[in-house]
């Protein structure tokens, strides 16, 4: 039986592998999720089989029922614009599952070999930060925590919660299964309380990097566990999503020109925190009816979308609009910049919910040329991803960062709700260029009466 177990295992890794990498692509990423679930319930249904299990049949079907029917029910009801901080919350789950397997095997009181011991207090303590850490993202995405919070000399003390906790964790490894109750508690509350430090100070604008940092930190937990536990499926596939978690992490990064440690350890990101040259000039406002025909005796139109897009749930009406400028031959194209919303990847689920075909989206390097030659640029609550403060004005926070060269083209209509700043705080020059018309209101509304001005003509 145990050879079956273990060849099923591995059986599951591989589905998860596969799966991932059909993932890679918006033509099959929905097969890699079917072939994944694949390997889930594979992985799932050979555990009760497994040797170590000892009839605990009753706690397992309950557990799963529990948290399976949570995720069935969330999956139905949560918007795709609140999928943010659905997808932090599920992550955290992964990390908060790694270090109770962890806190298990310390309990237990068994004597375990200085491998798997250390293994089992990294995963523990990466995988308890991961935990607290994408409770509090989804504070902040869900509106809960409005606020970034920050007090003097909080990165030292910061620092000092760390240190003592992985001096204690050093303790556990000398001492092992003959360690006392009190310092696994102190252990992992120590954890849990770095996780919560360590993400309170980081704003909402920097949110797809922790987002993608935390997905890194779980899977890292996740394979550690596996060697401790000695499951082949829970290694591989911890090891798969810690890797890819890493290199996303330092793609979001870089699309901000930004390492690491500044987002940990910086203030940007937070509204207000922003600060720059002075702009000058004025926003100028457009009607409704002006900026359809604009669009609609245009060659090429690029639409770059943002977070106020997925908040006033516009992609429909965008994907509309689209159709109907095609129709009339005008030349359509995405422009989707690596960060641009609360997650990795948000606006092309978005743009894939309401049906946009996946060649007319291109990233950042692939539709910067174009730019100039577009006619009009549509912008859709997105800010500083378009900002060119980024180019030109090395006071500005976000100097440096590679943003879609919207200001480029020869006409540029945005979609806002007021004359505000964005989630980070800092003024957008391009709402001041001479070549920007605002069109102001909640973005499924404008772009509603864009669709109604094209139709009259």
């Known amino acids: 039986m145990d050879w079956f177990i273990q060849a099923s295992y591995f059986s599951a890794a591989v589905l998860f592998i596969y799966g991932l990498k059909q993932m890679s692509s918006p033509v099959t990423a929905r097969k890699g999720i079917i072939w994944a679930g694949i390997g889930m319930v594979l992985a799932t249904l050979v555990t009760f089989f497994h040797a170590q299990i000892h009839a605990n049949y009753v706690l397992m079907i309950l557990a799963i029922g529990i948290g ?42 068994e004597p375990m070999t200085t491998t798997v011991t250390i293994l089992a207090v990294l995963g523990a303590l990466i995988g308890t930060i991961a935990f607290s850490g994408s409770a509090i993202a989804f504070g902040k995405l869900q509106g809960l925590i409005r606020k970034a919070t920050r007090f003097p000399n909080q990165q030292l003390i910061n620092l000092g919660m760390f240190v003592a906790t992985v001096l204690i964790g050093l303790l556990i490894i000398k001492v092992g299964h003959e360690i006392s109750g009190f310092w696994l508690f102190l252990f992992f509350a120590l954890a849990l309380a770095v996780g ?4 309170l100070p980081i704003g909402g604008a920097d949110m797809p990097v922790v987002i993608s940092l935390f ?58 925190g922003g600060e720059g040259a002075e702009v000058t000039g004025s926003m100028k406002a457009i009607e409704a009816t002006d900026a359809g025909v604009m669009m609609a005796f245009a060659d090429k139109v690029i639409i770059v979308p943002g977070y106020g897009m997925a908040v006033a749930q516009a992609q429909h009406k965008v994907w509309e609009l689209t159709q109907l400028l095609m129709d009339r031959g005008v030349t359509v194209k995405f422009a989707i910049h690596p960060v641009a919303g609360r997650m990795p990847g948000h606006m092309n689920v978005l743009l ?9 989206i291109y990233d950042l390097d692939e539709i910067n040329s174009e730019f100039p030659t577009a006619d009009v640029a549509l912008v859709i609550g997105a800010n500083d991803v378009v900002n060119p403060a980024a ?37 957008n020059h391009l709402f001041f260029a001479d070549n920007t018309r605002m069109l102001y209101g909640d973005g499924q509304a404008m772009v509603g009466e864009l669709i109604a001005s094209i139709k009259e003509l």
């Open 352 to 360: 894939a919910e309401a049906g946009v075909p996946y060649d007319l």
């Open 215 to 272: 997905n890194a930190l779980t899977g890292l937990a996740v394979g550690f566990e596996g060697y401790v536990l000695q499951n082949p499926a829970m290694m591989i596939a911890g090891i798969v999503v810690g890797s890819a978690g890493t290199l996303l992490t330092q793609l979001m990064a870089k699309a901000m020109n930004r390492p690491i440690s500044n987002v940990l350890f910086s203030n940007f990101g937070e509204a207000g």
């Open 391 to 427: 180019r030109n004005d090395p006071n500005s926070p976000i100097y440096g960062m590679p943003i879609l060269d919207a200001d480029k083209a020869k006409n540029v209509i945005v979609i806002k709700r007021g004359q505000g700043a964005g989630f980070s705080g800092i003024e």
């Open 196 to 199: 919560v430090m360590m993400t």
């Open 68 to 109: 399976g029917g949570a995720a069935w029910w969330s999956g139905k009801r949560v918007a795709m614009t609140d999928m943010p901080q659905m997808i932090a919350l599920y992550n955290g789950m992964g990390g908060g599952a790694a270090a109770a397997i962890a806190a298990i095997e310390l309990v237990k009181g």
